[in-house]
C-alpha cells in the first residue's frame, strides 16, 4: 500500500491501545505502520531486479513484527515519547502500528512474503488497489477526529471501516473471478486458475487474466449493481526457447528470467511493443490489456556476467486515461452486460 494508507492504519491500531495522549500515541503508530517500507533501500547499482526480492521480504515477515517493531521503539522513544510514556508503553504502540504493514501488504496484488524465512511465497490476496483514497480518506479522518476529541471509540470507527472495506474488497473480487470464469467458457476454455486484480484506485472495475493452451487471456470486468465485461487480448506465455533462442542458459540474464519469473508468480510474456523486454502479465494501467507496468530488458550484448535491466512503463497518455474513466463509469461503449449475478 501506499504510505499514507501504511500510516493512518498504523496510529489508529496504536490509538485503540491508549487511554490518553492520542496525538502523540497515533503519531508512534503512523511512525511505524509506515517503517517496513525502508527496505526499498536496498538496491544495487549493478543488479537492477535486487530490490524485487527484498522489497516486502524481511521487514514484511509475520516474524519480524516484533522485531520491527523495537528497531521502531528505541528510535521514537528517544526522539519523542520519552517525556510522556514508558519504553513499555512506546514498545506497545510501536508494536501495534507495525504490525498492521505486512497484513495490509497482503491484500494487494503485488505479493508479500509474511511467512519468511520458512516460505518465499508472496502473499496476496487481491482485494485492494494499492492506492485507494476511499479506503484511506475515512481512517485518516478518523484518526484525527480521535486525536481532536481525546475519544478513542472513533479510532475504532476506523478499524471497522478498514476491516468492512477490506471484506468489501473480498466479496468483489470473488465476483469478478466468478465472471471471469464464465467468459473463459464462453470461449471454450477450463481454466484452473483465474484471477481478479483491482484496478488503480477502486474496488468497482477489476482485471482478470487466466492461462490456457499457452497463452493469457485478459480483460476488464466492473462488477457494480450489474456485471459489465470488456474484452481484452490473448498474449502468448513466455517461451524462452521461443522468444530468446539466443539467451545464454548459463547467464545471468538467464538467472534473473527466472528471478523475475518467481517474482510475477510465473505470469511472464514478451512483449508486443518493446524489443527484449519481458513483462509481467498481472499488471497493466488498462485493465484490459497486457502491456504491463514493469519489466525485465534482455540485451543481445550482454556479458555472461551482467545482468538484465529493469524497465517501468507508467505512462497514461490522455485517450487512455478517458477510457480508463469511462470503464470505471460504466460509459464506455465497449462494455458487455452480463447477467452471472
Known amino acids: 500500500m501506499d504510505p499514507l494508507s501504511q500510516g493512518v492504519l498504523g496510529g489508529v491500531a496504536a490509538q ?14 503512523m511512525l511505524s505502520g509506515m517503517s517496513a517500507d525502508l527496505d526499498v533501500f536496498i538496491r544495487s547499482d549493478t543488479d537492477p531486479i535486487l530490490f524485487l526480492e527484498y522489497h516486502r521480504q524481511f521487514t514484511h515477515s509475520l516474524i519480524f513484527v516484533p522485531f520491527g517493531a523495537l ?10 515519547a520519552r517525556r510522556w510514556l514508558n519504553f513499555g508503553q512506546t514498545y506497545l504502540y ?6 498492521t504493514h505486512a497484513l495490509l501488504d497482503a491484500c494487494t496484488s503485488y505479493g508479500t512474503q509474511l511467512f519468511w524465512p520458512f ?20 481512517i485518516l479522518l478518523y484518526a484525527i477526529l480521535a486525536a481532536w476529541r481525546t475519544n478513542v471509540r472513533w479510532s475504532y470507527v476506523a478499524l471497522l471501516w478498514a476491516t468492512l472495506y477490506l ?28 484471477e481478479a486484480k483491482p484496478s488503480f484506485g477502486n474496488t ?11 497463452n493469457y487471456y485478459v480483460d476488464a470486468i466492473r462488477v457494480g449493481l450489474a456485471t459489465e465485461v470488456y474484452l481484452g487480448e490473448a498474449i502468448p506465455k513466455l517461451d524462452l526457447q521461443r522468444d530468446f533462442p539466443l539467451l545464454n542458459k548459463d547467464s545471468q540474464q538467464a ?48 556479458t555472461a556476467e551482467q545482468h538484465a ?33
Open 16 to 29: 485503540t491501545g491508549a487511554r490518553g495522549n492520542l496525538a502523540l500515541v497515533g503519531g508512534l503508530g
Open 167 to 194: 471484506g468489501f474488497g473480498l466479496f468483489q473480487r470473488d465476483r469478478a473471478e466468478n465472471a471471469a470464469v464464465e467468459i473463459a467458457a464462453s470461449r471454450g476454455h477450463a481454466p484452473e486458475v483465474v
Open 94 to 99: 510501536c508494536f501495534l502500528g507495525y504490525a
Open 71 to 80: 528497531i521502531c521503539t528505541l528510535l521514537l522513544y528517544w526522539l519523542f
Open 204 to 214: 468497482l472495475l477489476w482485471k482478470t487474466i487466466y492461462e490456457h493452451n499457452g
Open 255 to 302: 538467472r534473473d528470467v527466472e528471478r523475475f519469473r518467481w517474482f510475477s508468480a510465473g505470469y511472464l510474456a514478451k512483449s508486443t511493443k518493446t524489443e527484449n523486454l519481458i513483462i509481467d502479465m498481472r499488471y497493466s494501467m488498462l485493465p484490459n490489456r497486457g502491456d504491463g507496468l514493469w519489466g525485465i530488458l534482455l540485451s543481445p550484448d550482454a
Open 309 to 341: 535491466g529493469y524497465m517501468m512503463m507508467r505512462d497514461l497518455d490522455r485517450a487512455s486515461r478517458s477510457t480508463f474513466v469511462e470503464m470505471l463509469l460504466g460509459q464506455s461503449a465497449g462494455g458487455i452486460d452480463k447477467a452471472f449475478n
Open 119 to 138: 516460505s518465499t511465497q508472496r502473499v496476496a490476496w487481491n482485494n485492494i488497489s494499492i492506492i485507494d483514497p476511499l479506503f484511506t480518506l475515512p
